[in-house]
């Protein structure tokens, strides 16, 4: 490849490489299958017959040990690309901010695995957010000293940083190091939004809430797809109801569980 070559065709050109040197077996379809993309799209756009499309590149890099800033450098690589073949600028594309996306390890995660810290870090980004702990506190339901507490770890995690006496968020959201692995803190996070889902449920008024079920019988084989297809929701459903006026906090929880008492089936990590 030339130095003309955009960065993420360097990038997965790499990264297919240094799989296939690892593992004899390993082809361009199966690095096609890991990145959930198209063998004949990934074929093309290596051999540089085409440019990767913007949504698709973002549903590659969740398959990529990327740190934020390379995938930023990604996806900017991706539209120039565009630009380049003269392409019809993708909406994606345009000048607004992307969401910074901020990577945190377990051993950090435990320290703000309660509920609460995340709905402190989402709260900065509301349009009449109060950086005054006891009108967080009385929003959440939780005590003054908690809030107070929670906003120091934030700040150290880089979650949430404060100017002039204002805080705001340090990143628009966070990932686990590894999100294939489940640990007790995450487990535990889980649990309390559940518990929350519950409280609304008896709660709040149905005008203000969506609660749907739908019980299927299924092929166990395919729950890596349904993982990854609920994560693809997951993130649209995120830029949809963020793109308006940010009034509140809520939270989307999405279960999907055997119901059979000791399944047979294969076994996923949450």
């Not at 901020?102 to 709905?119: K, P, R, T």
């Not at 590894?178 to 449920?201: D, E, G, W």
């Not at 092929?219 to 995120?238: E, G, N, R, V, Y």
């Not at 929880?253 to 119901?259: Q, Y």
Request: hydrophobic letters at 35%.
């Amino acid at each position: 490849m030339n130095s003309q070559t955009p960065f993420y065709k360097v990038y997965l050109r790499r990264e297919l490489d240094r799989r296939c040197e690892s593992n004899a077996n390993y082809s361009m379809r199966s690095f096609a299958r890991a990145l959930r993309v198209d063998p004949a799209v990934l074929s093309r756009t290596l051999s540089d017959k085409r440019a990767l499309s913007y949504k698709v590149a973002k549903r590659v890099i969740n398959h990529l040990h990327l740190s934020p800033q390379e995938c930023s450098i990604f996806l900017e690589s991706v539209a120039e690309d565009h630009k380049q073949r003269g392409l019809k600028k993708n909406e994606a594309f345009s000048d607004r901010r992307r969401p910074e996306v901020g990577e945190i390890d377990a051993e950090l995660f435990v320290q703000i695995s309660d509920w609460y810290h995340h709905a402190i870090h989402r709260m900065t980004a509301l349009d009449q957010f109060r950086s005054d702990p006891e009108w967080i506190a009385d929003r959440l339901g939780i005590s003054v000293l908690e809030t107070r507490q929670a906003l120091q770890r934030l700040s150290r995690a880089g979650m949430i940083k404060e100017e002039n006496g204002q805080f705001r968020p340090g990143v628009d959201r966070i990932e686990t190091h590894n999100q294939a692995v489940s640990t007790p803190a995450l487990r535990k996070h889980q649990k309390q939004m559940f518990q929350k889902a519950i409280a609304a449920l008896d709660g709040d008024g149905n005008r203000l809430r969506s609660v749907t079920g739908l019980t299927m019988p299924i092929d166990p084989a395919k729950i890596p797809l349904a993982k990854q297809l609920i994560a693809d929701f997951s993130q649209h459903i995120c830029e949809v109801l963020g793109s308006g006026k940010k009034q509140s906090v809520y939270q989307l929880s999405i279960a999907l569980f055997p119901l059979e008492v000791g399944d047979s089936g294969p076994t996923h990590n949450s």
